[in-house]
C-alpha cells in the first residue's frame, strides 16, 4: 500500500503566497513522475504542474509562470510552490505519483488526500 499525504494549505489573501507538500510513504520501489492537480467544484481535476524523476517539469494552466514544482527524492516528496496567488485560484490541490511498488513490482497512480486552498481578494 502507497500513502500520500498533503499538506499547506489553507487561506491567504491575494498577492500572497503558499507552499504545498506531499509526501508518499509505504511499498514503495521507485517514484516516477509527480504531478499537482487541482479541481473547482465538482469539475475534473486540472494538471497544473508535473516533474519527471529526472527533474524536467512542465507546467500546464493559469499557474504558469506562478507556480512552481520540485521534489526530494530522499523524502518521496513533492511540492508546489505558489506565488501572487489569485482569488481564481481558490481550489482544492491534489497530488499524484507514479509509483512501482515493492511487493508485485507494479506502476500505478497514487492520489493525495486533497488540501482546499482560499485565496481571498
Known amino acids: 500500500q502507497v500513502h500520500m499525504v498533503q499538506s499547506g494549505g489553507g487561506s491567504v489573501q491575494a498577492g500572497g503566497s503558499l507552499r504545498l507538500s506531499c509526501a508518499a510513504s509505504?511499498?514503495?520501489?521507485?517514484?516516477?513522475?509527480m504531478s499537482w492537480y487541482r479541481q473547482f467544484g465538482s469539475e475534473p481535476r486540472q494538471m497544473l504542474a508535473r516533474?519527471?524523476?529526472?527533474?524536467?517539469?512542465e507546467y500546464a494552466g493559469s499557474g504558469k509562470g506562478r507556480f512552481t514544482v520540485s521534489r526530494d527524492d530522499a523524502k518521496n516528496s513533492v511540492y508546489l510552490q505558489m506565488d501572487n496567488l489569485k482569488p481564481e485560484d481558490t481550489a482544492v490541490y491534489y497530488c499524484?505519483?507514479?509509483?512501482?511498488?515493492?511487493?508485485?513490482?507494479?506502476?500505478?497512480?497514487?492520489w493525495g488526500q486533497g488540501i482546499r486552498v482560499t485565496v481571498s481578494s
Open positions: 499524484k505519483a507514479d509509483v512501482r511498488v515493492t511487493t508485485t513490482r507494479l506502476r500505478d497512480d497514487y
Open positions: 509505504g511499498i514503495i520501489q521507485a517514484i516516477y513522475d
Open positions: 516533474i519527471t524523476n529526472t527533474g524536467r517539469t
